[in-house]
């Protein structure tokens, strides 16, 4: 089955850590994406790539960081330098081109103790 | 200033009845709109897109509008079932550049069917 599978589903870190949320996906889309989201509001766009070793910043790119080595994979690094790292993230691909529509993974809570 | 609001934060409707969510913008001028539906703990997913130049889109129970004059979506689901319960967000597409990068999100509006 084609989709896009997000990992871990819960974490939790110390304050002070990175930490890295993996996205894999075999949908072959070219644009990947990442998205917080916080209660009460909407998705916001962290990074985007529409393809390999090259990506944009979002809305909310301080503090985080992306790679795209891979067609497949897009992985997001939570740095200690994000203030308020606790939230739930999503990660997303698409085709390149419009319209078109977003493919969402299962998201990963991210609790910062 | 640009915003974009759904309707309600909540929806509560009986069963058999129509649901019918709100999409409102103001300074944006999106080609596209789209809506998806998010369940607890989950990631959205697509359900209908719908162009500027489309009045109405339907899909089985489901049927958008797009009114640019009154810049406005409206999302209905007919003959509701509990299982429809779940949060709907509608997201504006200006467009342009090569992906969906550009994607404005609302809020979403929580749907609860009761039996």
């Known amino acids: 089955d084609g989709g896009i599978t997000q990992s871990p589903k819960y974490l939790f870190r110390k304050e002070g850590q990175n930490v890295t949320l993996s996205c894999e996906q075999n949908?072959?889309?070219?644009?990947m994406y990442w998205y917080r989201q916080d209660p009460g509001q909407g998705l916001r766009l962290i990074y985007y790539?529409?393809?390999?070793?090259?990506?944009q910043k979002g809305d909310i790119a301080e503090g985080y960081s992306v790679s795209r080595e891979k067609k497949e994979s897009f992985p997001l690094t939570v740095t200690s330098a994000q203030k308020n790292p606790t939230a739930f993230y999503l990660c997303a691909s698409s085709t390149v081109g419009r319209p078109g529509e977003l493919f969402f993974g299962e998201g990963s809570r991210l609790t910062v103790l | 200033s640009q915003k974009i609001e759904q309707n309600s934060e909540a929806l509560n409707i009986q069963e058999g009845k129509t649901a019918t969510l709100t999409c409102n913008y103001t300074?944006?001028?999106?080609?596209?709109l789209q809506w998806y539906r998010q369940d607890p703990g989950r990631g959205p997913v697509f359900l209908l897109l719908?162009?500027?130049?489309?009045k109405e889109k339907r899909k089985e129970r489901l049927k958008v509008t797009f009114d640019t004059t009154l810049k406005q979506s409206l999302f209905h689901i007919t003959a509701s079932q509990p299982a429809d319960s779940a949060t709907y967000l509608c997201a504006l597409d200006m467009g342009y550049g090569g992906s969906q990068g550009n994607l404005i999100f609302g809020k979403g509006t929580k749907l609860s069917v009761k039996p």
């Open positions: 719908i162009r500027e130049n489309e």
């Open positions: 790539s529409q393809i390999v070793n090259d990506f």
């Open positions: 300074n944006y001028s999106p080609a596209y």
């Open positions: 949908l072959n889309h070219d644009a």
